[in-house]
């Protein structure tokens, strides 16, 4: 077998069209919405990257600073021949897993962009000429078939992007994970923690804007893939703290009234002075939360890790 496979699930003008159906959907409604996956072109996931990298944005110091400590006890903990990545972008955090699993036989990274894929394959198998690698190019929040590979497998969801999912989604996408998961096989998942509102509003809404950057550019994807002209410097960022829910908003607030046409769509969206668009929601959890969530897809919490202050959390499940 090839050290290294690529499958590609979605179909070629799989990505324009979830974009169309989505702007559609998202901007015709009140209140308006649009996913959160649309903000990561190339000018999105640099920005993203530059956010990792700020002083307010403690979520990827935490995840990482778990991993490089529990790596070793993740690994004999689940016994992971094979490694399945949800939505592994560019396997950075990944590594420390990997190399605390010397029995690996198989890494399975699943993203929408092959791209990214390939280029973190390349780099992986310069580092582990023995390790098989096949890449699924398919959209995760989807049912995915998985290829055959050796079990033990390890499903691995990090950077807390199970926050951006609604409550009944993030049920869905549970039961779907259940659902291909053998017995013996596991599920680590990185969720954010509930903390001091001052915190988390700092982490999205840093002082050198670049979040805020980061939340206009799905209107200029949008302005770009759809010839719409939404003017990005008439829409303020907004990021607020939800209580009830426990997750934040990020949200566009229109600074006047204005007329988007979106060309490709024939499509015309008012929106009056004040009003917002959310862009993204991202809960936080407390251990009780996640592990009621687990339980109702049929996955058993067995491990729970935090980093040192408490921020955010690792923790690895079983099928029931």
Do not use: C
């Amino acid at each position: 077998m090839s050290p290294f496979l690529l499958t590609r699930t979605l179909p070629a003008d799989a990505t324009d069209a979830a974009l169309r159906a989505d702007v559609l959907s998202g901007l015709t409604k009140q209140p308006k919405t649009l996913p959160p996956k649309w903000f990561y072109d190339a000018r999105g996931s640099d920005l993203f990257e530059e956010i990792t990298r700020l002083d307010e944005y403690y979520p990827t110091r935490a995840e990482r600073e778990i991993l490089i400590a529990r790596a070793g006890e993740i690994a004999a903990l689940s016994g992971a021949r094979t490694l399945i990545e949800l939505g592994s972008g560019s396997s950075e955090k990944t590594r420390h897993l990997l190399d605390a699993l010397p029995a690996l036989h198989t890494y399975v990274p699943v993203d929408v962009s092959e791209s990214a894929l390939a280029g973190a394959a390349e780099a992986l198998l310069a580092e582990r000429p023995g390790l098989s690698v096949h890449a699924l190019v398919a959209d995760f929040t989807h049912a995915l078939e998985l290829p055959e590979s050796p079990g033990p497998r390890l499903v691995v969801f990090l950077g807390g992007t199970l926050g951006n999912l609604l409550p009944a989604e993030r049920a869905e996408f549970l039961r779907s994970v259940r659902a291909r998961l053998s017995p013996g096989d596991g599920l680590l998942l990185g969720t954010d923690l509930v903390k001091d509102e001052a915190t988390l509003v700092a982490a999205y809404d840093d002082a050198a804007g670049v979040t805020a950057a980061f939340n206009k550019n799905v209107l200029a994807v949008v302005n770009r893939e759809l010839g719409a002209d939404f003017p990005l410097d008439d829409f303020a960022h907004v990021a607020l703290w939800d209580p009830e829910h426990e997750w934040m908003e990020m949200r566009l607030r229109a600074r006047r009234a204005l007329t988007v046409k979106i060309r490709e769509l024939d499509l015309v969206v008012q929106f009056e002075q004040g009003e917002e668009l959310r862009t993204e929601i991202s809960a936080k959890f407390r251990e009780r939360r996640v592990r009621e969530e687990l339980a109702a897809a049929g996955l058993r919490l067995d491990q729970w890790w935090t980093d040192e202050a408490g921020r955010f959390a690792l923790s690895l499940a079983t099928a029931d």
